[in-house]
């Protein structure tokens, strides 16, 4: 459930026309409710009763600061993969001992930069990572907190690109080096072992994989146990799938019961990284239709959003509905949305049944909220859109369009190629 709906034909997100913000603010632009947003991590939160989980929202399906500051606002915690997610969420208030690190990468600068904002745990991920983290904290006078990032390999059944928890991909660590990863992390000095993390992928709509994910880190747990290293935190990640076009993804009280379930004989303090399943239905892209034509093959509708603005159709074959901002025709056609950058690539649905939409028609791309303006880039020097939030009848636009100005920050041409 989310607000965005029609009144009368006409699209709204929440008391707001679309209409009227497309003509305030110009297109393309990504649209968030601020209702949705704070509803869909009430539920989250809430589903777990009783086991007080800490959710530590993942900054990377949507980073914008105005979203994280109404997480942080909320009560939540972090899960964040860089130093500048890092830094984002410090400024948008989350308190440090709420965000927890992940990430395969982690850099010097980086890592310094988390022991000295005193951050909840570093997932590590591979034992170079962790003589690096021991190393560092040493040099620091600190003792950082740690989790190891297992790969428990199970299948979660999505798309290659976002499984991250079979033996085959980059993340973690498997479960035998993890035992070794946990007894060499309990000879170092400037190390402190708090938790046990994984996460398994992304988009995930059943609850096997979780539960085969879980039961394996409660196996570990055990087995770490008998030498004498105590785990506090369990860290389940994120993953939980949401509805696109026909999926029956988990709801989130289901996916805690399942969770719950497991851990009911065990005394973890749980921490969770949800992002798609709070923040995906809560956007929408708004892009305007520029032209329309017909191949020899295929219709085509060419809107003003681009795979710059919206990668996921173009990465990951991805569906997001396509739907007219005002309802004005019965007539339905089958054609590709395409975007006006010049691959083939460039698509926003591919052989799609829409409204017959018209030139300068608006249209709304829906479950656009995660992933999408953060994976946004400049590809062919387009500007990047604007977001806006609506709460109730008012709107604000929380970033501002990019201007061609913009492009170039940061460039200078060196003297030896000056006339
Ligand atoms: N925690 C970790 C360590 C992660 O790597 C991720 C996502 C999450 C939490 C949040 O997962 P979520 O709850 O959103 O599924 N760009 C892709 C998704 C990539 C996910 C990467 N990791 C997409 O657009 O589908």
């Known amino acids: 459930m989310h607000h965005f709906v029609y009144r009368e034909n006409e699209l709204y997100a929440e008391d707001v026309p679309i209409k009227k913000i497309a003509e305030a603010v110009g297109t393309p632009f ?100 962790l003589e690096l983290i021991d190393k560092r904290a040493g040099i620091l006078k600190m003792k950082a907190p740690i989790a190891l990032r297992v790969n428990p390999d199970v299948d ?29 992390a309990n000879r170092l000095q400037n190390v402190r072992i708090i938790g046990i993390d994984c996460h398994i992928g992304s988009q995930i ?12 880190l409660i196996n570990l747990k055990n087995e770490i146990e008998k030498f004498g290293i105590k785990i506090k935190y369990l860290d389940m990640g994120g993953g939980l799938g949401i509805v696109y076009e026909d999926e029956s993804p988990l709801h989130p009280s289901e996916y805690a019961k399942t969770i719950a379930a497991l851990l009911k004989d065990t005394s973890f303090q749980l921490i969770l990284e949800p992002g798609r399943v709070i923040v995906g239905n809560a956007g929408i892209l708004v ?7 017909s191949g020899l093959k295929k219709k085509f509708v060419i809107t003003d959003a681009g795979m710059n603005d919206l990668i996921r159709p173009s ?15 019965e007539t339905q056609i ?22 017959d939409v018209k030139k300068d028609d608006l249209l709304a791309v829906m479950s656009a909220g995660a992933y999408g303006f953060a994976m946004a880039s400049n590809y062919c020097s387009r500007p990047k859109l604007a977001e806006v939030m609506v709460k109730d009848n008012q709107f604000h636009v929380i970033r501002a369009r990019q201007q061609y100005s913009d492009l170039m920050e940061g460039e200078s041409i060196p003297s030896f190629i000056q006339g």
Do not use: W
């Open 30 to 129: 990504y649209l968030y409710s601020h209702a949705t947003l704070k509803r869909h991590f009430h539920t989250f939160n809430d589903a777990f009763q009783g086991i007080y989980p800490l959710v530590c929202y993942s900054a990377k399906a949507n980073t914008s600061l105005a979203i994280l500051k109404l997480f942080s606002d909320l009560g939540g915690g972090l899960d964040i993969v860089s130093g500048g997610e890092l830094y984002r969420g410090l400024k948008a208030g989350f308190s440090s001992d709420k965000i927890v690190y992940s990430g395969i990468g982690k850099r010097v600068d980086e890592i310094d930069y988390a022991l000295s904002s005193k951050i909840l745990m570093f997932n590590i991920e591979s034992l170079e990572e």
């Open 156 to 184: 979660p059944k999505t798309h290659p690109y976002i499984s991250t928890g079979l033996k085959k991909n980059k993340f973690g660590l498997d479960i035998q080096s993890a035992i070794e990863g946990y007894k060499a």
């Open 205 to 216: 709509t059943e609850a096997k994989p979780f539960e085969d994910a879980l039961q394996s």
């Open 287 to 293: 892009t305007r239709v520029l032209y329309r034509k």
């Open 315 to 329: 990465l990951y074959d991805a569906f997001h509905a396509v739907q007219p901002v005002v309802k004005t025709e």
């Open 334 to 355: 089958v054609a590709d949305v395409v975007g006006p950058i010049c691959e083939t690539g460039d698509f926003l649905a591919m052989d799609r049944k829409i409204s």
